[in-house]
């Protein structure tokens, strides 16, 4: 598998600031600056979901509600 060509090796778009990924014992794991950039939850319970609540496929919060 090879990355696009528009991606460096850690995973980063280029001329972003932070990765998009790093891989942990060949493992992909998404950061939140991916996450948010994506804009929604994919529910697939990320480490890094910055999302409220995280892991809830379609959330778009980024914190939790006031009254919490």
């Known amino acids: 598998m090879t990355a696009p060509a528009n ?4 995973g980063a778009s280029l001329g972003a600031e ?3 990924f790093y891989l942990e014992r060949g493992c992909v794991v998404f950061t939140a600056a991916y996450h948010l950039r994506r804009q929604v939850c994919c ?3 990320c480490r890094h979901c910055p999302y409220w609540p995280p892991h809830s496929e379609g959330s ?8 919490i």
């Not at 778009?60 to 009254?67: F, G, H, V």
Request: aromatic content about 0%; overall charge negative.
């Open 18 to 20: 932070e990765p998009d």
């Open 60 to 67: 778009t919060a980024t914190e939790p509600p006031a009254d």
């Open 43 to 45: 529910g697939s319970g």
């Open 7 to 10: 991606r460096d090796e850690a």
